[in-house]
């Protein structure tokens, strides 16, 4: 599962240890339990080796055209912690295989993908060199170069954030192995790094990575190149933890691979490849939410979705054939019958409006350009006269653009969107279309000339143009059908395409989102626009396990009743759906972690020996030569809402987030006990609140800012472990949920951002821009409008300048003083022009939501249109 937001800095506080716990590369999918790929030229193999603990599988990715007589690069990629496990798949849903996957006819590498098989030790010794699983990575690698023929001085080590901090341990420990080094979000012992100072080394890093902080690569780099070795350090900026797709999907790291000493370490600036995952994984329903979402598409945002549809729609919406047209005539006393067969249509879609004007009543306008009325062939009979005539063309909407009006009633059926037509027109102006000659005719019958039957049947046709506007409402049917199947509500977080995806932005945890299935249940329509309620279907976890009954929760709270009636986008969401989402994760034991995975000395401490003797005395009798393992667990899902308490009284209510039922577990281990076994375990409960505040420091950035309360709530309770028996009963809790919470505090302090900045929503052309934030208990609304054009003048001189639509002409003159400006409310772009001092004119593109300054160049000289300059803090 392959996931590319910027998740961290959109996370709010109370969600940063949950951000650890499932960190490092989580991903809650199972793979297909069956090969991947049919033996064949090339592609994904399931391979297997046995050692003293048994058998031991691994993937291997055969290139295309590999030959045996041909040494082939290696790469030997360590996935994260995630993908850890027994059932040979999970390794290739995430990281590097859904890359190689998209080049699978020309990726140059044989890769080995083998497979940590722990998943209850820590998570950054998971490779660790000298440990169980990295020894069997190396042997996998082994097995391959027994196998294959590879080229021994071409073996690349990578690795992503387990296996990132792996890439550097197994580096170390075997540099003689590698041509080239490549971590991302990764770290290591900056004391043994020069080990690699002959084996060149290129680390990655997300610049607001929570996880694993930058400076963890940063550190190892710098030690690298002080010891004389050839190391390069790239951080993306904006980007968190999964940073594979700008490594990865990038040509230019793969070919430094190929020759890493040759190649110049620096990014290519060419499109980055799209991954494709190498499983399908079925979705297996697991948790269904009613009244999870209520969404209000005002006439606004209907017309911003709208100006983006022709561009999405297939190529053939507008194509199909009609049932022959039968027609009768009298010409020069004789009775005809006509009969038109074989007919066609085909057109383009320019435009489409669509907007609510009234209830359960839209209006859908389709915008139809270069109409191609094909009759393949005509046929004229009559009392011994007859004519056969060739195919005939009637062309509509060559000058202009002619309209197909649609008046609707949506209504939910089998959850889908169903269109029931309640009006349809067609008008085709006399001036914009005509009608071609047949090509071709044959007569039979005195009298019967072919000239005479060619201008008959054109005349006749441009006389049938109420038959035509008729004939061509007869493919309404069919056309609503084709908006039905385009009203699908699609699947979100499937494994490859969360680029973007609008639930891994909101979704508080860094695994993987789950992935869901959105299916509407309620809509409406008025004047202003649509209203909709939808609920979710979350996929199981493990879809590869054994199916269990769908679970069914009581609805969310979002309401139809409560969403505006008026024209924006408006989306309101209930946070209670976050409970049965992640009590998923729960069960299924994903929320787990050793305190000293955590990047943060202050929860190292409270993994220290000599701190929990302190706060649990009866460890002192062990002495110096205890071990101990702390290990949190969540064991109830996350809740959201109301504060439980609050003594605030403003306008804005402050929103609340708990875990009641973060479980830590300390365990030891004595020289003559070497087992681990638990002692004492701390069960707590964290509840933090946020007031959200939106900022517009400029016309095209909206900022939000989380104000967050004073002071953290961290209760709990203590209780020694079943089975084990304490001399001395006494537990510190107060001290040790004093030192949780202080640890708590300076770890969220670096994991979240005091704001951020929320971009426009997108669609096509036209922009959405955000208005509002609210919390309305039960549900957090956002508004969003669309995202006007502004023109200002910072001259002394007031300007005239025209503008025009992308299908329109130019419109009258405008002009704007100095110090004022113009915005344009509008869903496309907008085109201006002015003719500039010298008498040439300027025409330019203004974008949608864009901000455009008239003024002085900063070399001087007259003014003309720049695009404006950003305030210092917004940049």
Wanted: charge should be neutral; hydrophobic fraction near 40%; aromatic fraction near 8%.
């Amino acid at each position: 599962m392959i996931v590319t937001t910027d998740l961290h800095p959109r996370r709010l506080r109370l969600w940063a240890m949950s951000l650890v716990i499932l960190g490092l590369g989580i991903t809650p999918l199972r793979a297909q339990q069956q090969p991947v790929v049919q033996p064949g030229t090339g592609g994904f193999f399931n391979q297997s080796m046995k050692d003293d603990s048994g058998e031991h599988k691994y993937i291997v990715f055969v290139p295309v055209g590999y030959r045996a007589d041909k040494p082939t690069p290696a790469i030997l990629f360590l996935h994260g912690a995630g993908e850890r496990g027994k059932d040979n798949h999970l390794q290739i849903t995430a990281g590097l295989a859904p890359f190689v996957n998209a080049r699978a006819k020309t990726f140059p590498f044989i890769v080995v993908f083998p497979q940590c098989e722990s998943t209850e030790a820590r998570i950054l010794e998971g490779w660790q060199a000298g440990g169980p699983d990295a020894n069997r990575a190396l042997k996998a690698l082994e097995d391959v170069q027994k196998k294959y023929n590879v080229d021994k001085k071409r073996i690349v080590l990578s690795g992503w954030s387990m296996g990132g901090y792996g890439a550097w341990s197994l580096g170390i420990a075997e540099a003689d192995r590698w041509s080239a080094v490549v971590p991302l979000a990764g770290g290591g012992d900056v004391s043994k790094v020069g080990a690699l100072k002959d084996v060149p080394v290129w680390a990655f890093h997300g610049a607001i990575d929570k996880l694993v902080r930058p400076e963890s690569d940063k550190r190892m780099v710098d030690a690298l190149k002080e010891a004389g070795g050839t190391a390069t350090y790239t951080e993306f900026p904006n980007v968190g933890h999964y940073l594979c797709d700008g490594v990865f999907g990038n040509d230019s790291v793969i070919q430094w691979m190929l020759d890493p000493k040759k190649n110049p370490a620096v990014l290519g600036t060419k499109p980055l490849v799209k991954p494709i995952d190498p499983i399908t994984v079925p979705f297996i329903p697991a948790v269904e939410i009613p009244e999870a979402v209520a969404i209000r598409l005002g006439n606004d945002a209907l017309a911003a979705l709208s100006y983006s549809i022709p561009a999405t729609v297939p190529k053939d919406m507008l194509t199909g054939r009609l049932n022959d047209m039968f027609d009768s005539t009298v010409a020069q006393g004789r009775s005809f019958g006509i009969r038109f067969s074989g007919i066609s249509y085909r057109a383009d879609l320019e435009r489409v409006l669509t907007k609510g004007i009234g209830k359960d009543r839209i209006l859908v306008q389709l915008g139809i350009r270069n109409v191609v009325l094909g009759i393949g062939g005509t046929s004229v009979s009559g009392e011994r006269h007859s004519a056969q005539a060739g195919p005939i063309n009637i062309i509509i909407g060559q000058r202009a653009p002619v309209w197909l009006s649609l008046e609707l009633t949506p209504y939910i059926e089998n959850r889908q969107i169903r269109l029931k037509q309640v009006g349809a027109s067609f008008q085709i102006p006399a001036d914009n279309f005509y009608v071609t000659g047949p090509a071709g005719i044959s007569t039979q019958g005195f009298g019967m000339t072919e000239s005479a039957v060619r201008d008959g049947l054109v005349s006749g046709l441009y006389g049938a143009r109420g038959r035509i506007e008729n004939e061509v409402l007869q493919i309404v049917p069919g056309i609503i059908k084709q908006i039905e199947k385009n009203l699908v509500l699609p699947e979100t977080g499937s494994p490859v395409s969360a680029s973007g995806d609008s639930i891994a932005k909101l979704w508080p945890l860094p695994i993987y989102p789950p992935r869901l299935r959105v299916w509407p249940e309620q809509i409406s329509t008025d004047e202003n626009g649509l209203s909709m309620v939808v609920g979710v279907t979350a996929a199981s976890l493990d879809p590869y396990g054994p199916v269990k009954p769908l679970k069914k929760v009581p609805g969310a709270g979002a309401k139809l009743d409560r969403l505006p009636k008026d024209t924006a986008l408006h989306a309101m969401v209930a946070p209670q759906v976050l409970t049965p989402l992640t009590e998923m994760a729960v069960d299924a034991d994903q929320l787990k972690l050793d305190l000293l995975d955590i990047p943060d000395p202050m929860f190292a401490k409270l993994a220290d020996r000599a701190t929990l003797q302190e706060l649990i005395p009866d460890l002192k009798q062990y002495g110096d030569d205890l071990q101990v393992r702390s290990a949190l667990r969540v064991v109830r899902p996350l809740e959201a809402g109301d504060p439980m308490q609050t003594a605030d009284s403003g306008d804005k209510q402050p929103f609340e987030f708990r875990v009641n039922g973060l479980e830590i577990t300390i365990s030891i281990k004595t020289p003559s006990d070497p087992t681990w076994k638990p002692c004492a375990i701390f069960d707590l409960n964290i509840a933090e609140q946020v007031r959200a505040t939106l900022k517009s420091p400029a016309h095209d950035v909206r900022i939000v800012s989380l104000d967050w309360q004073q002071d953290t709530s961290v209760t709990g309770t203590s209780k020694f472990a079943d089975g084990y028996t304490p001399k001395d009963t006494k537990i510190d809790t107060d001290g040790y949920i004093d030192q949780f919470k202080q640890a708590w505090k300076t770890f969220s302090k670096g994991t979240t951002a005091a704001s951020m900045e929320v971009p426009d929503l997108k669609i096509g052309p036209s922009r959405l821009r955000l208005h509002d934030l609210n919390w309305k208990s039960p549900l957090v609304e956002v508004t969003y409008r669309l995202a006007r054009i502004k023109i200002t003048n910072l001259s002394k001189e007031a300007f005239t300048y025209e503008t025009k639509a992308p299908t329109s002409p130019w419109g009258e003159p405008l002009t704007l003083k100095p110090g004022e400006s113009h915005e344009f409310d509008l869903p496309y772009p907008l085109t201006y022009r002015r003719k500039g001092a010298s008498g040439a004119m300027e025409v330019y593109t203004l974008e949608t939501g864009s901000h455009s300054e008239f003024r002085v160049p900063l070399a001087g000289g007259a003014p003309r249109l720049y695009a404006a300059n950003r305030p210092p803090e917004t940049k």
